[in-house]
């Protein structure tokens, strides 16, 4: 996995609340067997103006010009400001992959759906929970100065603005750790291997029924 | 000391460890695989050389992407070469692994929510996760059971475990009796639209009151199906004889001596009396009627008495925002009545509503009647082989063809499209599934969710009405 340690990018403000799953990489994409290639589709339906298909080229498709990451100066953007709810329906990891593989690297909102918010630190993308006074103070911001960037700390937790304003944010001590490192989640929890076989033995005395039925 | 909640004792009882950080590592009984959340995660074994930590844990279906139409000549028949591909690499993948895996033409097969209860492969008292948020269906069968991403999927597979954290517990209490005509999908609806699509983050909902304990498995199943679409990665239904007398004699279900000690074991996975929830919320099931929903959130829904909402009536502005883009995509006007809305569609299917019992609520309505000459198609897809096999059983396939809908093989359909069963651009449709996003059916779509005898309404009058004027 990436790591994350500290990041200074373009902020795109994408000023709208409750953006799926589904719109964040659509159905038709999610039939690829593989990780990556994703971010040329990443908000197909509000990105271009046609229906995409999967093993397409993109280039010379008509284009949401109105779309914030069609705008000039939201280009190379790898911070993404969004509105609440952020990431809500479908479980596909398929839309972390997409946002990673278009380049961004982290996605600050006032509220996500859970279990999009935890498929981002599978796959080193970091989402960073701000109060909405503080979403709207960005969202203005980035509205009014071009190339607007911002730096993000991860280690000492802080979004800092090209004033020098300093946001902090929490996060899990484990999750920290994992990005900030790099590390994988399964070699990790294989270290408690000798727990989970205790368990599973306690388990087997207790619901045998659980074990051996299906085959 | 206050009693526990279900999920309190469910999280408990698979706890591993816990980490200093408070999050835990529980262990995960079953895991159900399909074609699209899974490819990368076998892969991600090879590529690390692991194995799946207990074969015996898992069992497999293709259902997203498999064609809905006669598919006798197998995979390879598939048209789309990409779906193809995804249904075979999902064989393969099992095969490899020595996982169980109902192919796409085994009777036994169809949405994986639907094909593991009705297998016995997810007990109550158990822990299950599945690549696909619409896991939170099995919590209805007193199993604690999370949709998990795919890197959760080859972390279960490697590990048996999954790393999470305590959630917290909410109550959704339907106390009363449901009218004619209501079904637990506008019940659930209706609690969508009162606490919001997001109301239940973080939280785990258990739905109790009288409404639930008076509730079949199946509409348990169809209400816990849909408490992600309220935020809530599980929701859970405490077990009770209902429960076990639905587990009794199913293929996976212990036999025996192990039956007769899992029904001790299964009867105390209720909350006790005296458990406290961090939310509760409460709800005199006289107020539900059948639901619909006007715009691209679960949330965005009516009785079908009520009308399309008007944005000056709202203050706060991303609210503001949300309706007017919702009436703008799903061509909408503000106080529209719901039953004037035109229908080109009607879809009835999906893991929330393709069971024995929602083929029932349909067939009563479509009885003796005629699809509408304005609905293009009307598509009834079984959730599974043996549901399709129970229907016709009964007869219920040749009333929906007399009445001119298509009955199909099992899948997931038009759901979410991903096999060739879509909206065009535009079109309004009636649907059993569960989410109304943008092109969540197809490009352009326009999705409103009913319950089957609603959907069912629907198709044989062109439009929404309330489904009581055809059931008296």
């Known amino acids: 996995m990436n790591k994350f340690t500290l990041h200074t990018g373009i902020a795109a403000p994408m000023d709208r609340a409750n953006i799926d799953t589904d719109m964040i990489i659509p159905k038709q994409f999610l039939k690829s067997i593989k990780r990556s290639g994703f971010g040329k589709n990443l908000f197909d339906e509000l990105r271009y103006l046609d229906e995409g298909q999967p093993d397409q080229s993109c280039e010379g498709r008509p284009l949401n010009e109105e779309f914030v990451l069609n705008q000039a100066r939201y280009q190379g953007a790898s911070v993404l400001l969004a509105r609440e709810n952020f990431g809500c329906g479908s479980s596909r990891e398929h839309a972390p992959w997409a946002l990673d593989d278009y380049g961004f690297r982290s996605v600050i909102a006032p509220s996500f759906a859970e279990i999009f918010y935890n498929n981002c630190f599978k796959n080193g993308l970091l989402p960073i929970v701000l109060h909405d006074d503080k979403i709207d103070q960005l969202f203005n911001e980035a509205a009014a100065t071009e190339g607007y960037q911002l730096t993000i700390d991860l280690d000492r937790q802080l979004v800092v603005t090209p004033s020098g304003e300093e946001m902090s944010f929490s996060i899990d001590d484990f999750r920290k750790h994992c990005l900030l490192n790099g590390l994988d989640d399964i070699g990790l929890t294989l270290q408690h291997g000798d727990d989970i076989r205790a368990y599973e033995e306690k388990r087997r005395q207790q619901a045998p029924w659980l074990f051996g039925a299906i085959k | ?472």
């Open chain 2, 1 to 472: 000391m206050a009693g526990q909640t279900l999920y309190d004792k469910l999280f408990e009882s698979h706890l591993v460890r816990t980490n200093e950080d408070g999050s835990s590592l529980i262990y995960i009984d079953r895991q159900v695989l399909h074609e699209v959340t899974s490819p990368q995660a076998f892969e991600g074994l090879r590529l690390a050389g692991r194995k799946p930590w207990r074969v015996d844990a898992n069992i497999a279906t293709p259902d997203h992407n498999v064609p809905t139409t006669e598919r006798s000549g197998g995979v390879d028949e598939i048209v789309d070469p990409v779906s193809k591909i995804q249904v075979k690499t999902l064989d393969e993948n099992c095969d490899e692994f020595g996982i169980l895996e109902f192919k796409m033409n085994d009777h036994r097969q169809g949405i994986v929510h639907v094909m593991a209860p009705e297998q016995g492969a997810i007990l109550p008292g158990s822990t299950a996760v599945c690549g696909d948020s619409h896991t939170a269906t099995l919590g209805a069968l007193g199993a604690l059971a999370h949709g998990v991403g795919t890197s959760e999927v080859e972390h279960v597979l490697a590990t048996q475990c999954l790393i999470t954290k305590q959630m917290r517990n909410m109550l959704v209490r339907v106390d009363g009796e449901l009218g004619l005509g209501v079904t637990p999908k506008d019940v659930v609806l209706h609690v969508i639209g009162v606490i919001g699509t997001a109301g239940g983050t973080g939280y785990a909902i258990e739905f109790g009151g009288d409404v639930f304990r008076a509730m079949s498995m199946e509409g348990r199943m169809t209400v816990c199906n849909m408490a992600i679409e309220a935020g809530a990665r599980v929701g859970l239904v405490s077990v009770d004889q209902i429960t076990i007398d639905y587990f009794e004699g199913r293929p996976f279900s212990p036999k025996g001596e192990h039956w007769d000690a899992a029904v001790a074991e299964w009867s105390g996975l209720v909350s006790d009396t005296d458990a406290e929830f961090d939310a509760v919320v409460e709800i005199n099931a006289a107020d539900v009627e059948p639901q619909v929903t006007w715009g691209t959130s679960p949330e965005m829904v009516v009785g079908i008495s009520g009308q399309v909402p008007n944005p000056d009536a709202e203050k706060d502005k991303v609210k503001v925002d949300g309706i007017n883009r919702a009436l703008k995509y799903m061509g909408l006007q503000a106080d529209q009545k719901i039953t004037d809305i035109q229908l080109d569609r009607v879809f009835i299917g999906s893991c929330t509503n393709s069971r024995i019992e929602d083929l029932r609520d349909a067939a009563k309505v479509v009885e003796g009647r005629k699809v509408a000459e304005n609905i293009i198609q009307a598509l009834v897809v079984p959730g599974s082989g043996l549901v399709k096999a129970q229907a016709e059983k009964e007869g219920l396939d040749k009333i929906f063809v007399a009445a001119g809908l298509e009955w199909r093989e099992p899948g997931c359909s038009m759901c979410l499209a991903m096999n060739p069963d879509k909206l065009g651009n535009g079109e309004h449709c009636a649907s059993t599934s569960n989410r109304n996003f943008e092109g969540r059916q197809g490009f352009g779509g326009r999705t409103h969710l009913v319950s089957p005898a609603m959907a069912a309404a629907a198709a044989v009058t062109g439009h929404f009405i309330d489904v009581r004027e055809l059931i008296k």
